[in-house]
């Protein structure tokens, strides 16, 4: 009988790892680059591949990424990192603390409006089918059919984009969100229980 490997974003010093932004965007470029040498992953991020060894060396430590086969190109031999496993979800249950979890989301967050900055100062369009900067924020009294609806959609939203590889004619897109239960006062949630709306769900999605 196999056995299930235990899940390693449900281990707290690999939570506590993937907190830090760079991390993050590492774990997101292999997710959706595949294997990669450091110097592929500079280039992937626009960062010095000298800063990235650091970020890499502590995602292994933790088991979130591994070493792969060394690529050989002439005379010249590259170490070649990936992800341990895909996809990789976050444990929001177990002995991971809720800080560090906040810590994780604060990270992703951190990196999607340095990514909304930079596409309102490039020229992305803002409307239409080929949209390409998109923020802002939504909320709503849903039913439990309508949360697994919303959560089908950000699975499919996540599935396309970490199977996205680099390639021609492909630009690369990063999308951030939290979904939780939104504060209400007693007369809201009062009104939202008789008309047989669900309040203060939850959503156990995936974060990089």
Not at 10 to 26: D, F, H, K, N
Not at 62 to 83: C, N, T
Request: hydrophobic share 40%.
């Amino acid at each position: 009988m196999a056995r299930l490997r235990p899940n390693p974003l449900g281990v707290p010093a690999a939570v506590r790892a993937i907190a830090s932004p760079v991390r993050q965007e590492v774990v997101d470029a292999l997710l959706a680059a595949g294997p990669r040498t450091i110097a592929e992953l500079g280039t992937l991020l626009g960062r010095p591949a000298d800063g990235l060894y650091f970020h890499v060396r502590a995602l292994m430590k933790v088991g979130l990424v591994v070493e792969k086969e060394p690529r050989r190109e002439g005379r010249h031999v590259s170490a070649v990192y990936d992800v341990v496993e895909r996809p990789l979800r976050l444990s929001y249950d177990g002995p991971v603390r809720r800080k560090d979890i906040e810590r994780v989301v604060r990270g992703a967050v951190r990196l999607s409006l340095r990514d909304f900055r930079h596409g309102l100062a490039g020229d992305a369009a803002t409307d239409g089918p080929r949209r390409a900067l998109w923020g802002g924020r939504a909320k709503g009294w849903i039913s439990e059919e309508e949360l697994q609806e919303i959560n089908a959609l950000l699975t499919r939203v996540h599935e396309v984009l970490h199977a996205g590889r680099p390639r021609e004619g492909a630009r690369c897109m990063s999308l951030g969100f939290v979904l939780a239960p939104a504060k209400t006062n007693a007369r809201a949630r009062g009104a939202g229980a008789r008309k047989g709306k669900t309040v203060g769900v939850t959503s156990n999605q995936e974060t990089k």
